[in-house]
């Protein structure tokens, strides 16, 4: 199968091939990204080099206290680079749906410390060329720029509006980057089978107003494997301690055998308070370590 890119230089683009997204999104959450969509080339099969750092597997005999939980699972979702090609399908209270193809394409920089994403909207015609380029720091504050084609130029994601809703979806601007473990205080609640997975439950209550309002949550409970430390479910509270989001992972996949590190391939943020929900599935995800630094500027960002 080939990548179509909305990056690719060259002049002649291939139509009808399929899209994508990823994160940080979010997560990093979500939500990450494609170079082979970008230069119109078949992926390659290059073998991606061992790295002396490594996520352990959990099987030590005192349990780890939560912030070491929730430090691994950020960094089991870190790839040296990556692309994907994601759709996106919105459903409003009625279960009317939109349905939206995605690119993306990622790099860590600063030995890790530092994370780069392009995203693009590839369709439908009212969102196409819509692109996200987000700097994803470990210790401060990430930076965002949002392209709009219609405007013909990007304008910068400020704190106050990260919390609010990524294109009309149930996912916010801050759900494709997650934010510093630090910015939190970390509580082992419990354990919970998931999904057939055994998980510790962890309470993650912002330090400060401004971090809650910055996240658009008082509080996140988080359900992460014990063997792996990827994300199976997680509950989002409101600012006034009421459930408002819940995040239910249905696929979890090792992207990177080496150093384990995964990503979720399909997972669901549902609205308990107005009816919506939002499903993500990364129809393709392949590793890259020749990305072009190109790719993460804002030049790039704005071209059609």
């Known amino acids: 199968m080939k990548f ?23 997560c990093s959450m ?35 206290s939560a912030e070491k939980i929730m430090f691994n699972a950020l960094k089991s979702t870190k790839l040296d680079g990556s692309e994907s090609l994601t759709t996106l399908v919105i459903y409003n209270s009625k279960g009317d749906k939109r ?13 890790g410390a530092t994370e780069k994403r392009l995203i693009r909207f590839l369709s439908p015609a009212d969102v196409k060329g819509t692109g996200l380029l987000t700097f994803d720091y470990e210790k401060k504050a990430d930076e965002m720029w949002l392209y709009m084609p219609a405007l ?11 919390a609010k809703s990524f294109m009309g979806s149930e996912f916010t601007y801050a ?10 205080k970390h509580k082992i609640l419990g354990e919970k089978i998931i999904g057939g997975v055994d998980c510790w439950i962890i309470e993650s209550v912002p330090k400060t ?25 997680a509950e ?7 459930l408002h989001k819940i995040l239910t992972v249905h696929e979890v996949r090792e992207i990177d055998k080496i150093k384990h590190r995964y990503r979720p391939i399909k997972m669901t943020m549902e609205n308990i308070k107005n009816g919506r929900k939002s499903e993500f599935t990364m129809d393709k995800i392949q590793l890259r370590t020749n990305v072009p630094d190109d790719y993460f500027t804002l030049r790039y960002l704005e071209r059609d």
């Open 236 to 242: 989002y509270y409101d600012l006034d301690m009421q």
């Open 4 to 26: 179509y890119s909305p990056f690719s230089s060259g002049t002649t683009r291939r139509r009808n091939c399929a899209p994508v997204l990823g994160a940080m999104i979010i």
């Open 209 to 233: 107003e401004d971090i809650a309002e910055e996240n658009g949550f008082g509080k996140k409970v988080s359900y992460i494997g014990k063997k792996d430390y990827a994300i199976r479910k």
């Open 152 to 162: 013909r130029k990007s304008r910068r994601i400020i704190a106050a509006d990260k």
């Open 99 to 111: 349905v939206r193809k995605v690119a993306a394409i990622s790099k860590l920089y600063d030995n």
């Open 30 to 64: 979500l939500f990450n990204p494609m170079l082979p969509a970008i230069a119109g080339k078949e992926p390659s099969a290059e073998k991606i080099e061992p790295s002396a750092e490594k996520i352990e597997p959990s099987a030590e005999k005192i349990e780890p």
């Open 175 to 184: 759900d494709t980057t997650p934010p510093p473990v630090e910015d939190f």
